[in-house]
């Protein structure tokens, strides 16, 4: 097998644990996949604010991938490397369609700039599962009474939570009104019975962010390994040299890996970084490049 450089680890399902928390053993196995010179680069479709328990506990700040690739962040600096965001009016008439259905719309910010990190319609009743994620990972939100008439200046994604139902019914009506002009994915909200519904600009997938971050090292797209669980990580298992399926993952993301390790509540990310480290299948990858 090809020596690789770079691994792209999503955070909810592969990172994390069932009950949401970095075990032991998987904080070790970054560590030394660290000390064996691997560029480890976080690809999650959390926002930074919603990530920094995480990278606090793993004790690892680097260039990271967030918002689904709509945003690749330098975490130690805080500084914004790439940006995608929604044009203004397209996000607000994603917003109007939402209020529409009944739903209260979540507008992702541009955090650095907005000054928040979410803009939430008022005029519209908030999923419980919203208000415990806010506070969970304090994020911070101001209340729009309607988006549809919001001028989005900051906006990266706009999505809802509510029962798995009412997410297809939204998904169905977004993709029949913007066909090609917006991506959509519904997402599983970890510990709940729920689903999230995101939508993009067409350009935004975790693989182009993930790119992103090889190019500024100077690795090749064949020297990434790629794990993850959900939709959103499929474009980039299909992209990197190996592209790997928690046992916990999805039927599509187990349909398009290369190969499938143990379920996140076994444990199964650590042993795999173990392997990699074990059989010599990394190398360190090249010092970060100046300039652009």
Not at 49 to 63: F, G, K, N, P, R
Not at 89 to 116: K, P, R, S
Not at 228 to 240: K, T
């Amino acid at each position: 097998m090809a020596r690789f450089k770079m691994i792209a680890i999503d955070l909810d399902g592969t990172l994390l644990s069932p009950e949401g928390r970095v075990t032991d053993r998987t904080r070790l196995a970054v560590r030394r996949a660290l000390s064996a010179g691997l560029l480890v680069c976080f690809a999650t479709g959390r926002n930074l604010t919603e990530s920094q328990a995480i990278l606090e506990a793993v004790a690892h700040y680097d260039t990271a991938v967030f918002v689904g690739g709509a945003m690749v962040i330098d975490t130690r600096r805080r500084a914004t490397l790439h940006r995608t965001a929604m044009d203004p009016a397209l996000a607000a008439e994603v917003c109007g369609v939402i209020e529409q259905m009944g739903h209260a719309a979540l507008a992702l910010q541009d955090t650095g700039i907005a000054g928040v990190d979410y803009l939430i319609t008022a005029d519209a009743p908030q999923h419980l599962a919203t208000e415990h994620w806010m506070i969970a990972t304090d994020a911070k939100v101001h209340l729009v009474p309607k988006l549809g008439a919001y001028a989005h200046p900051h906006t990266i994604r706009v999505g809802i939570v509510a029962d798995e139902q009412d997410v297809q019914q939204a998904m169905l009506a977004l993709e029949a009104r913007f066909g090609s002009r917006v991506v959509c994915q519904k997402l599983r909200v970890p510990g709940f019975d729920l689903e999230v519904l995101e939508v993009f600009d067409p350009a935004v997938n975790k693989w182009e962010g993930v790119l992103q971050v090889a190019r500024h090292h100077g690795v090749q797209p064949d020297q990434i390994v790629a794990i993850g669980d959900d939709v959103n990580d499929i474009p980039m298992l299909r992209g990197a040299g190996l592209g790997v399926a928690m046992g916990n993952a999805r039927p599509a993301v187990l349909a398009v890996a290369s190969r499938v390790i143990k379920s996140n509540r076994d444990d199964g990310l650590a042993e795999f970084l173990d392997e990699l480290v074990d059989q010599h299948l990394v190398e360190p990858a090249p010092p970060e490049r100046s300039g652009p």
